[in-house]
């Protein structure tokens, strides 16, 4: 199948658990991949392994801590710069700490990787995104966004306290909440973006958190996904013909599911953003957009 022959897709995290999967099964429909990861050995090993196998269009590796903001901008521009034209990112890299943690611009770990790093990405890579269009943008959401009932906005580095599952969950209502204004932004402009939960799914998330948490991982795994079946939702929002022209939404197991109260607060995401802007330094550069409905 060469669904996405042609195609140009951008995918973070790809190097392990549901973003290989997903870079496997895009680059199996024939999309010439743009791998964004971490570490450079485990890049280039997944982009053997993909160029392996008889067919296969090229892929390209780009190397970025996406805690660290200056590395994300490095990517984005070496990204424009190999990609005259982007279809499809899917805002995949994810992180789970179990202690508070800074990240060297001095903001909290989990909500840096699993938010600000989507949120920076996605607006340094838009234009291409909109130049390209039809093109769509897919972020890796969870069901555990209902652990919390908002955003913290008075505590967003959670430095009164600190409990993994709120953190998290803060930081997963926050990738619904971009989903949404997001999508408000982009009506009419042929670029979609839409948020999924895969489900539990058996891969190295958490892994970070020491040897007990390896170990509990370990012996929950058999309950888990797989990635492959993980990876199904990513997907399907980035290639289905069922799926064209639809914006703004949430999916589980591949079928459009509603999100909590807090993840469809229009005032909040717009808080959200906001935010997001002075947090990334983009606060500057949307202030000099002058055309109505500009980003």
């Not at 611009?105 to 995104?129: M, P, Q």
């Not at 069901?143 to 430095?159: M, P, T």
């Not at 953003?273 to 409905?293: K, N, Q």
Request: charged content about 20%; aromatic content about 6%; hydrophobic content about 45%.
């Amino acid at each position: 199948m060469n669904a996405l022959r042609g195609k140009i897709c951008v995918v973070t995290g790809a190097t392990s658990g549901i973003g290989r999967a997903t870079a496997e099964a895009l680059s199996g429909m024939g999309a010439e991949l743009g791998i964004v990861c971490r570490d450079r050995a485990r890049g280039e090993e997944l982009r053997a392994a993909l160029l392996s196998r008889p067919g296969c269009a090229p892929v390209r590796v780009f190397v970025a801590d996406l805690a660290v903001q200056s590395q994300i901008r490095h990517a984005a521009a070496e990204i424009l710069a190999a990609y005259p034209r982007i279809q499809l990112l899917v805002n995949n890299a994810g992180l789970v700490n179990l202690q508070h943690s800074v990240t060297p611009d001095g903001i909290e770990a989990v909500f840096a990787v699993n938010h600000l790093a989507y949120f920076l990405l996605t607006l340094l890579l838009l234009d291409r995104l909109r130049e390209s269009a039809p093109a769509r943008i897919v972020n890796v959401a969870s069901h555990a966004h209902k652990f919390v009932s908002g955003i913290a906005f008075d505590d967003l580095g959670h430095e009164r306290s600190y409990s993994w599952t709120r953190v998290y969950g803060q930081s997963k209502l926050a990738n619904l909440l971009f989903t949404r204004e997001l999508a408000r932004r982009l009506e009419g402009s042929g670029v979609t973006v839409n948020a999924l939960h895969p489900g539990a799914v058996a891969t190295g998330l958490g892994r970070n958190n020491g040897g007990w948490a390896r170990a509990l991982i370990g012996l929950l795994a058999p309950f888990f996904r797989t990635p492959e079946k993980g990876a199904a939702t990513s997907i399907y929002l980035a290639s289905s013909p069922a799926v064209e022209g639809i914006s703004g939404r949430y999916f589980a197991s591949c079928r459009e599911v509603q999100p909590s109260a807090a993840a469809r607060d229009d005032a909040a995401a717009r808080r959200l953003w906001a935010l997001s802007e002075e947090m990334t330094g983009l606060a500057a550069a949307s202030s000099t957009r002058a055309a109505p409905g500009a980003l």
